[in-house]
């Protein structure tokens, strides 16, 4: 168990709807990350949060957009759903997110499918 | 950009066998190296990293050594398990501030009794 919990497990949902990921870091940690698995793209960055402000953006899409709220937890929120959205969404924390040394702790994922 | 190599899989090996998955990577400076693994169902777990050149990163029996002049960062293990079966993830931290991970597409290994 690395301390990082993502709610839900598993969402199902249709084209064009909008989905909210939530995810609470590890105890002490400022930074979370967000990445995408999919089968054709592989793990890709999406977006990193530092202490309640955006540090890195990746491959986001425009349709999706996320925050972190001052309790530390963050939500990653994916509008007009395609197909193509399709994928594991991990979430990830860290102590700093500041320091090349860091170790990023992930959590177990939301798998979701768009039908 | 920064990117991440690692051999294709899926590999299959018998249990006790010797077990290297090549990765390497491409990258400006000196980034730090992470191995990660993935059991079934479940999200990546840190299996060992290495943050500058000719550091060996070690855990359960896996090592990694971490060789600038071939930018590679090889996973081995002398004798493997049926629990060793997973999907493995070389990945890369740059250097420079970014704190994203760039992963390679991951290898599968599934080790027979």
């Known amino acids: 168990d690395s301390g990082v919990t993502q709610t839900p497990k598993h969402l199902i949902t249709a084209t064009g709807q909008r989905v909210t990921l939530r995810c609470s870091p590890r105890s002490g940690d400022l930074s979370v990350y967000w990445y995408q698995q999919s089968l054709d793209q592989g793990l890709q960055f999406l977006i990193q949060y530092y202490n309640g402000e955006e540090r890195a953006k990746g491959n986001i899409l425009e349709r999706f957009s996320a925050q972190q709220f001052p309790d530390l937890h963050s939500e990653l929120n994916l509008s007009s759903l395609e197909l193509g959205d399709s994928a594991l969404y991990f979430c990830?924390?860290?102590?700093?997110?500041?320091?090349?040394?860091?170790?990023?702790?992930f959590g177990p994922g939301t798998r979701l499918t768009v039908l | 950009g920064d990117s991440v190599t690692q051999m294709e899989g899926p590999v299959t090996l018998s249990e006790e066998a010797f077990l290297t998955i090549n990765c390497t990577y491409t990258a400006t400076g000196y980034p730090s190296l992470f191995w990660y693994v993935q059991y079934p169902g479940e999200g990546l777990q840190l299996l060992l990293k290495a943050t500058k050149a000719d550091d060996k990163g070690s855990n359960k029996g896996f090592e990694a050594t971490y060789r600038k002049e071939t930018t590679s960062f090889h996973l081995e293990k002398g004798s493997v398990q049926v629990s060793d079966s997973a999907v493995y993830f070389c990945?890369?931290?740059?250097?420079?501030?970014?704190?994203?991970?760039?992963f390679g597409k991951g290898t599968k290994l599934t080790v027979n009794p």
């Open positions: 990830a924390s860290s102590a700093t997110g500041t320091s090349g040394t860091d170790t990023q702790y």
């Open positions: 990945a890369l931290k740059g250097q420079g501030g970014s704190e994203k991970l760039v």
